[in-house]
Structures are given as structure tokens and as C-alpha cells.
């Protein structure tokens, strides 16, 4: 289960599109176009500016949908994954890119599969990187859907979606 919230607001790491637009798909393709052309996104369909949650009414059809009309529309074709997130009830779908990591993120992703309880204090000491570092590259990570926070700060512990 995805946690939504996270997608509220904006920023250049997700998009939202309240309804899959399969007539004008340009706009919607110029961000995938996007992502793919720098560090990846997610183009989240089912969740509208206000943030307000409509969802999509047959998650199968659009994904097929999405899939023909990136393939028709960018070239060359991107790397891309469909998911499907339940959110009370409703289905959203997720154009989510191969995300690619740098080194310095690939370094703290293994540090926290050796220790899901380590701290941001801790990794930065362990990779040299100052924590304010630390902390955007963990951001990155939880908004791509790499990794989840469960529990506190002080008591919580690392969640890798893999």
C-alpha cells in the first residue's frame, strides 16, 4: 500500500494527472519525455492538483492505454513501470521510470540494507557525506518509492520496496 500523502504539493521528482487524458496525451508525455531524460519520476494518474484522489475507473485499460501511447509518441521508447496503488478502494495508476542512482545514493541504500535501524546521523558518518546530504538523498529515495520510513525518528526503521 502506498502512502499518498507523500504525493501532496508539487516537485520535480512526481507529476499528478486526475484523469489519464488519451486524446491530448502530449502534456503528459512531455513529463514522462522528462523523467526519462533526467533522474526518473513518477507520473502519478488518479490524484488531481487539489489533491483530491478521483482515481481511475478501469486501471487495466489505462494502463494498456499508457503503454500504446508512450510507445507511439516518444522515441526512443523509455524504460517504464506500471504499478497500481489501492487507496480506499480506488486504483491509481503510477508511470514510475527506472530510477537511477548515483554513487553516493547506491552507497546509502546498502548501508541500510546492512542496518535497516541505522540513523541519518550514522550514515553520514559512515559515508563521509555531510547529513544534510544524507537526508536529501533520503528524501529522493522515499519520494521514488525505494524506501519507506515505519515508525518514529529515534525508534523507527528503513523499509526497502524493492
Same mark, same amino acid.
Given at each position: 500500500?502506498?502512502?499518498?500523502?507523500?504525493?501532496?504539493?508539487?516537485?520535480?521528482?512526481?507529476?499528478?494527472?486526475?484523469?489519464?487524458?488519451?486524446?491530448?496525451?502530449?502534456? =503528459?508525455?512531455?513529463?514522462?519525455?522528462?523523467?526519462?531524460?533526467?533522474?526518473?519520476?513518477?507520473?502519478?494518474?488518479?490524484?488531481?492538483?487539489?489533491?483530491?484522489?478521483?482515481?481511475?475507473?478501469?486501471?487495466?485499460?489505462?494502463?494498456?492505454?499508457?503503454?500504446?501511447?508512450?510507445?507511439?509518441?516518444? #522515441?526512443?521508447?523509455?524504460?517504464?513501470?506500471?504499478?497500481?496503488?489501492?487507496?480506499?478502494?480506488?486504483?491509481?495508476?503510477?508511470? #514510475?521510470?527506472?530510477?537511477?542512482?548515483?554513487?553516493?545514493?547506491?552507497?546509502?541504500?546498502?548501508?541500510?540494507?546492512?542496518?535497516?535501524?541505522?540513523?541519518?546521523?550514522?550514515?553520514?558518518?559512515?559515508?563521509?557525506?555531510?547529513?544534510?546530504?544524507?537526508?536529501?538523498?533520503?528524501?529522493?529515495?522515499?519520494?521514488?518509492?525505494?524506501?519507506?520510513?515505519?515508525?518514529?525518528?529515534? #525508534?523507527?526503521? =528503513?523499509?526497502?520496496?524493492?
Amino acid at each position: 500500500m502506498i502512502d499518498i500523502s507523500q504525493y501532496f504539493g508539487e516537485t520535480s521528482e512526481y507529476d499528478k494527472k486526475a484523469m489519464l487524458e488519451t486524446k491530448r496525451p502530449k502534456s =503528459w508525455c512531455k513529463t514522462v519525455s522528462a523523467f526519462a531524460n533526467s533522474f526518473g519520476g513518477k507520473l502519478i494518474f488518479g490524484i488531481a492538483d487539489d489533491d483530491s484522489v478521483p482515481g481511475l475507473e478501469d486501471a487495466k485499460k489505462a494502463a494498456e492505454e499508457i503503454s500504446e501511447i508512450v510507445k507511439m509518441h516518444l #522515441n526512443p521508447i523509455p524504460e517504464f513501470n506500471l504499478s497500481f496503488h489501492t487507496i480506499n478502494d480506488t486504483i491509481n495508476d503510477t508511470i #514510475n521510470d527506472t530510477i537511477k542512482l548515483n554513487e553516493n545514493e547506491s552507497e546509502v541504500l546498502e548501508l541500510i540494507k546492512q542496518n535497516v535501524s541505522i540513523t541519518r546521523e550514522i550514515l553520514a558518518s559512515s559515508t563521509g557525506l555531510s547529513e544534510s546530504t544524507v537526508s536529501r538523498i533520503l528524501k529522493k529515495l522515499q519520494q521514488s518509492g525505494i524506501l519507506i520510513r515505519d515508525g518514529s525518528k529515534k #525508534n523507527g526503521k =528503513w523499509i526497502i520496496e524493492e
